[in-house]
């Protein structure tokens, strides 16, 4: 496994839909301007026949739109945030950040953006512990090899780890 945290912020990259609804694929340190929070999500969440979890839109009042959610967990959390009076915009599957591996790029898509009051974002992703790979080998160091990647590009962001149903 690549040691992410010793990698430079110039070995990652950000993939986004852009205004244009053109997907865009640029250095981590030259698109943190951008608000992600307005653009289109970087995938679609879909439902099938038989799935585990649940799909389903929620209306945001802080947004007066619809949020797609892939589970009652994540769903639970952007009613959580919708409430939250620090929060002025969410929006869900904001971006892809990408990072070299040893068998190539990896990737991953966190769940929500929320922009806060202050100016500052929060990425969110959502999952139970129980439902984390215990070896650190796929979830866990997309959680916490995201964070700090997050952080070190734009002081204003902040990404944590939501593990709880609320």
Known sequence: MVDVGR???AAFEVGYVDDDCVRRREPLSVCWT???ERLSPVRTIKSYRGQMSVTRDYWVATTAGQLSCESHLER??????DFDPQVTDLAGQPF????????GP???VPDFIARLNDGGGLVVDVRPDDRIEPDGTKDVGR?????PRVQSARRDVRARREEEDP
């Not at 639970?76 to 945030?81: E, G, L, P, S």
């Not at 950040?97 to 040893?102: A, I, M, N, T, V």
Request: aromatic letters at 18%; a positive charge.
């Open 7 to 9: 990698l430079g912020q």
């Open 34 to 36: 951008l608000r992600f």
């Open 76 to 81: 639970h959390h952007a009613m959580m945030m």
């Open 106 to 108: 990896r990737g991953h």
């Open 143 to 147: 959680f916490f090899r995201t964070a």
């Open 96 to 103: 892809r950040l990408f990072w070299p591996g040893r068998r």
